[in-house]
């Protein structure tokens, strides 16, 4: 199978189990969750395509990520927030995140990350604020009543009350798409297999998550600090779509497996310290360097290999 069709079907992987997460955010929230959805991917497209229309490129199925991206950025969003807010950020995320540096091959950092963090950074009042699960919304989100995320409650508190079968289902305020912890857990383990995100990257996020959690819980309990640190502040997701992002992780999983570590124990100590949320988008912006670093460093191995291979070659001719 070529490159270009195993990138096709990464993105298709990605897009299909963001809209399954879709499915869920409708399932709690409503109509509202799929029209905002549909905004950000409308967006993120028109973008795109005016993007590389003025650096006279064609836009290709390669482009279709941005899609993914889109969507992704829908689902970091609270169910009530105002529509303009997600379709800025997505702009920002393809025009800035993804098409600045040239795109495709030449993106340094996650896109989704960078669309969130300006978000984040712009109108913070309006991200951090989430409506119950327990009510549907209408269009104009009129009917919400807003409150604080339980990682708030978690950050600021070291400890929540909350079933472990509504932890799982997603039944509590967050992030749309970060909060069905179950739902989150299996697309892991389908988007690892099916090879479309990197291993080495996500595979360091949980382990960095699982030392920091045993060496300095958050929690009086070790368990209850792993379980809920794992459930809150986006990390499952953003472990997922934004650290493991082939398009930004290091390529070899060795060094990708660091660049997910440190910013898997990064995050973590500042939520511990500040009790900031969902640090995981900004840390990995943050750790772009380490990421271009490492990057670097298996370039001119690969280089070292191929000079070394080409000499052998040679000399065996002789």
Not at 120 to 126: A, D, H, I
Not at 141 to 158: I, K, P, R
Not at 179 to 190: G, K, Q, R
Request: hydrophobic fraction near 50%.
């Amino acid at each position: 199978m070529s490159i270009h069709k195993k990138y096709t079907l990464s993105c298709t992987d990605i897009i299909i189990t963001l809209g399954s997460l879709e499915a869920m955010a409708y399932f709690y929230y409503g109509i509202r969750t799929l029209i905002m959805a549909g905004i950000c991917m409308a967006v993120s497209f028109v973008c795109d395509w005016l993007s590389l229309w003025f650096m006279k490129k064609k836009y290709t199925s390669d482009d279709l990520i941005s899609l993914a991206d889109g969507l992704a950025i829908s689902l970091m969003m609270p169910a009530s927030v105002d529509f303009r807010i997600p379709a800025v950020a997505c702009a920002f995320a393809v025009l800035v995140g993804k098409n600045l540096f040239g795109g495709r091959k030449n993106i340094i950092f996650s896109p989704c990350a960078v669309g969130y963090l300006f978000a984040l950074t712009s109108w913070g009042n309006e991200i951090l604020m989430y409506p119950s699960p327990e009510k549907r919304l209408d269009i104009t989100a009129e009917n919400a009543v807003l409150a604080h995320s339980l990682s708030y409650d978690f950050n600021n508190a070291g400890n929540i009350n909350i079933s472990d079968f509504d932890l799982l289902i997603g039944n509590f305020r967050g992030a749309m798409g970060s909060v069905s912890i179950l739902l989150l857990i299996i697309i892991s383990v389908v988007l690892v297999f099916r090879k479309a995100v990197s291993f080495g990257a996500f595979a360091g996020v949980i382990a960095g998550l699982l030392f920091m959690a045993f060496t300095v819980p958050v929690s009086e309990s070790r368990a209850d600090s792993l379980k809920y640190i794992t459930a809150t502040n986006m990390f499952l997701f953003s472990s997922v779509y934004i650290v493991s992002d082939k398009r930004v992780a290091p390529l070899n999983n060795y060094y990708a497996f660091f660049y997910g570590l440190f910013i898997s124990v990064t995050a973590y100590i500042i939520i511990l310290t500040t009790a900031k949320e969902n640090m995981i988008p900004a840390v990995s912006v943050i750790m772009t360097p380490v990421s271009l670093f490492f990057k670097s460093i298996q370039l001119k191995a690969d280089r070292y290999a191929s000079e070394e291979k080409t000499e052998k070659s040679e000399s065996d001719g002789k």
